[in-house]
C-alpha cells in the first residue's frame, strides 16, 4: 500500500509564493509517475505537473502554471514539491498530489486521472487579490 500526505498549503496575496511537500510512504518502489493536480472551486481536477521515472524525465506543466511553479522531487526523502511562485487568484484550489505505477511511452504525456492510482488529502491553497 502508498499513502500520501500534503502539506504547505494556506492564505498568501497574489505575488506571493508557497511550496507544497508530499510524503509518500509504503511500497514506493512500485511508483513511477507523480503529479500534482488541482481543483478549483466549480472545476474539474487537471494535472498542472508531472515528473515520471524518478526524475529521469524533465517536468512538464500545465500552460496555466508554466513558468511559476516547479515541480520536483527527493528521492532519498521520499518527498515530492511543488514550488508555486507569481501566485494570482485563479490558482485558488485544492491541490492534491498523486502517484501511478503507469509508465507513459513518453515524458511529455499527461496521464489522465484515472490512471494515478494513490492520491494525498488534498491542501487548500488561497490566494487574494
Known amino acids: 500500500q502508498v499513502q500520501l500526505v500534503e502539506s504547505g498549503g494556506g492564505s498568501v496575496q497574489a505575488g506571493g509564493s508557497l511550496r507544497l511537500s508530499c510524503t509518500i510512504s509504503?511500497?514506493?518502489?512500485?511508483?513511477?509517475?507523480m503529479a500534482w493536480f488541482r481543483q478549483g472551486p466549480g472545476k474539474e481536477r487537471d494535472e498542472i505537473a508531472h515528473?515520471?521515472?524518478?526524475?529521469?524525465?524533465?517536468?512538464y506543466y500545465a500552460d496555466s502554471v508554466k513558468g511559476r511553479f516547479t515541480i520536483s522531487q527527493d528521492n532519498a526523502k521520499n518527498t515530492l514539491y511543488l514550488q508555486m511562485n507569481s501566485l494570482k487568484p485563479e490558482d485558488t484550489a485544492t491541490y492534491y498530489c498523486?502517484?501511478?505505477?503507469?509508465?507513459?511511452?513518453?515524458?511529455?504525456?499527461?496521464?489522465?486521472?484515472?490512471?494515478?492510482?494513490?492520491w494525498g488529502q488534498g491542501t487548500q491553497v488561497t490566494v487574494s487579490s
Open positions: 515528473l515520471y521515472g524518478g526524475g529521469g524525465c524533465s517536468a
Open positions: 498523486a502517484a501511478s505505477a503507469v509508465r507513459p511511452n513518453w515524458c511529455n504525456i499527461f496521464l489522465s486521472g484515472a490512471d494515478y492510482g494513490y
Open positions: 509504503g511500497f514506493t518502489r512500485s511508483l513511477y509517475s
